[in-house]
């Protein structure tokens, strides 16, 4: 397809941050997706992340806020959005990357998780 000099096609990998990290962007054109991890370890390491509007990707992604947020099919939309991310002023995209780095940690950390599951314990078992 012509892509090996934009895109690395690695395989099936067991440590992904180090990758995440250093790249561009995140894209995920998934059409089906609950929610998935990936995106929220990209927001972690604050890589900027597009994906499609589904499942419950828009519960982290929140369109120019958090990311880039495409509707479902939308193809030109998708390739609109990636062209964004790469001409954005590197000061709006420290701005994105930051919220969403902040969105993962106050609300998706392990510890804050544990947290919640600990006093939903404690309220039952009252």
Sequence with gaps: MGLTSVVRFLGFQKE??????PAKMLVLPSIIEGLPGVILEAM???????AYDVGGISEI??????????DKDDEDGFVKAVEE??????????????QAYQQVVEQYDNKVIAK???EVYESISR
């Design 116 to 118: 919640r599951f600990e």
């Design 16 to 21: 992904v941050m180090p990758l995440i990290q």
């Design 85 to 98: 991310v790469l001409s954005c002023s590197p000061e709006e995209l420290n701005q994105i990357t930051n």
């Design 44 to 50: 972690y390491c604050k890589t900027p992340v597009v």
């Design 61 to 70: 992604v929140k369109n120019g806020k958090t990311g880039w947020l495409v």
